[in-house]
Structure formats: C-alpha cells, structure tokens
C-alpha cells in the first residue's frame, strides 16, 4: 500500500502523525 508507506515516510519527519497512525490501526 502507497498509502500506508506515505504514512511511514510522514512518521519519520514529524512525529505528530504517529498518533494518526495509531488512531487509523484502532480504527482497523
């Protein structure tokens, strides 16, 4: 998935989307 390795990248260079990331797995 594009998607899910965008997010990746995003972690990376700002830790904000991290709590994104967990918001979208509790929502899977």
């Given at each position: 998935?594009?998607?899910?390795?965008?997010?990746?990248?995003?972690?990376?260079?700002?830790p904000?989307?991290?709590?994104?990331?967990?918001?979208?797995?509790?929502?899977?």
């Amino acid at each position: 998935m594009d998607f899910f390795r965008f997010l990746m990248s995003d972690v990376l260079s700002e830790p904000a989307i991290l709590v994104g990331l967990i918001a979208l797995i509790g929502l899977i």
